[in-house]
């Protein structure tokens, strides 16, 4: 059960160009997201998804836009990168169910944009 | 919105106990949870805990919610090298499903 996929793990690219991050589940959860990881800031939510073809901005949504065409994909990409966006990306899923929100994380995609 | 505040470190010695503690602002946070990273790898559940609970034990791990104070904390017993890692303190909201993540603890057990 591999769970939550994200690819590539590491990622370096440059000012200005468009960069996708791709994340795949191998269940059907509803609920996907996308997460930036920072020193000093935690975790920052960047979309959310709550079923294929419904998404939301997050608190840092500026720079980067989502797809969800199908249940087990979520993509994000970077119009143009900048500086600023280097950072650990997470993907998560959960079920969405009344009794459990618990996000399963995946293992992150660490983007350098020099 | 709902604020969720950690304290940036820890430092332990082996076999002590640690806590990690999190206060919160929205009252009516339903779900508490506690999640682990571990270096180089994503979040993972560690354990949780209902708004309408004071105290959840398991194994090694004790949670205590005080409502009135809007505090969580999180107690390992007998730390140990492998429980070093960042722990990040959650809340969800009642008819939400987007949980807001504390900033994380970095836990450091040394020998």
């Known amino acids: 059960d591999a769970g939550i996929t994200q690819s590539p793990r590491y990622k370096i690219t440059e000012t200005g160009r468009q960069v996708t991050l791709m994340c795949h589940q191998t269940?059907?959860?509803?609920?996907m997201f996308w997460y930036r990881q920072d020193l000093g800031h935690g975790l920052r939510l960047i979309y959310y998804?709550?079923?294929?073809?419904?998404?939301d901005k997050g608190e840092v949504s500026d720079g980067y836009v989502v797809s969800r065409s199908k249940t087990e994909n979520f993509p994000l990409t970077l119009e143009s990168a900048t500086r600023s966006q280097t950072s650990v990306y997470f993907c998560a899923a959960s079920l969405g169910l009344a009794i459990n929100y618990e996000q399963y994380f995946g293992p992150g995609t660490r983007l350098t944009v020099t | 919105g709902e604020d969720v505040e950690q304290s940036l470190f820890l430092s332990v010695r082996e076999g002590d106990s640690s806590v990690i503690n999190c206060t919160y602002t929205d009252s009516s946070s339903t779900y508490l949870y506690w999640y682990k990273q571990e270096p180089g790898a994503g979040l993972q559940l560690l354990t949780y805990?209902?708004?309408?609970?004071d105290m959840k034990q398991d194994q090694r791990l004790t949670v205590l919610l005080n409502k009135k104070d809007k505090h969580l904390s999180l107690r390992i017993a007998d730390t140990q090298t492998g429980d070093s890692a960042i722990y990040f303190c959650?809340?969800?909201?009642?008819?939400?499903?987007?949980?807001?993540f504390g900033r994380g603890t970095s836990l450091i057990v040394h020998p």
């Open positions: 269940w059907s959860h509803s609920y």
């Open positions: 805990i209902f708004s309408n609970m």
């Open positions: 998804s709550a079923a294929a073809d419904i998404t």
């Open positions: 959650a809340t969800l909201s009642g008819g939400s499903y987007i949980p807001t």
